[in-house]
């Protein structure tokens, strides 16, 4: 007697509804968008404070401000 397989059936991310992974687990660029946000954010934090420290602006305002807003768009409501 062989004993059966394991089953596994495609789910869909809770997400963005791609079919194909575990059941009730995001697909693999929502499990790792916070950290990915966390680093946007450090990257951030640390390009104001390079500019802060040497009096010298390196990015046009601009980019800064999209990538603020970037962040906040991603930002999980509260």
Known sequence: MSTPKSV???ATCPVC?????EARNPCPLHAAAPELLAMLKRALATTQEVERV???????PGTL??????IAQAEPPA
């Open 8 to 10: 596994h059936l495609p």
């Open 17 to 21: 509804g791609t079919t194909g992974y």
């Open 54 to 60: 040497l009096g010298q602006r390196h990015f046009n």
């Open 65 to 70: 401000q999209k990538m603020a807003d970037a």
